[in-house]
């Protein structure tokens, strides 16, 4: 039903800032989730953070006051601004899309933070 596509990850410097985008096209319901999460190797996928059509979001302890998630609807898109970038941000990060019974993912895009 929905199929999505991240870009915008890459390696940067710790402190630098690095702005993640997701696409979705298909049938997208107007009632929805998206988000993003994020996964190290041999590690769980876990909540980065989400926003609803209405514009309610939610965000990992971990990146609060460093990362911003937004969307624009009309567009179908959602973006994560990821400020102040730690070596602990050295993940894969995915986007999601949840509406009604249905949920997907995107394939991933790596960010890298290192000196």
């Known amino acids: 039903q929905v199929q999505l596509v991240e870009s915008g990850g890459g390696l940067v410097q710790p402190g630098r800032s690095l702005r993640l985008s997701c696409a979705a096209s298909g049938i997208i319901l107007r009632g929805n989730v998206m988000g993003w999460y994020r996964q190290g190797p041999g590690k769980e996928r876990e909540l980065v953070a989400t926003i609803s059509s209405s514009g309610i979001t939610t965000y990992a302890d971990s990146v609060k006051g460093r990362f911003t998630i937004s969307r624009d609807s009309a567009k179908n898109t959602v973006s994560l601004q990821m400020n102040s970038l730690k070596p602990e941000d050295t993940v894969v990060y995915y986007c999601?899309?949840?509406?009604?019974?249905?949920?997907?993912w995107g394939q991933g895009t790596q960010v890298t933070v290192s000196s």
């Open positions: 999601n899309y949840k509406g009604g019974l249905y949920a997907t």
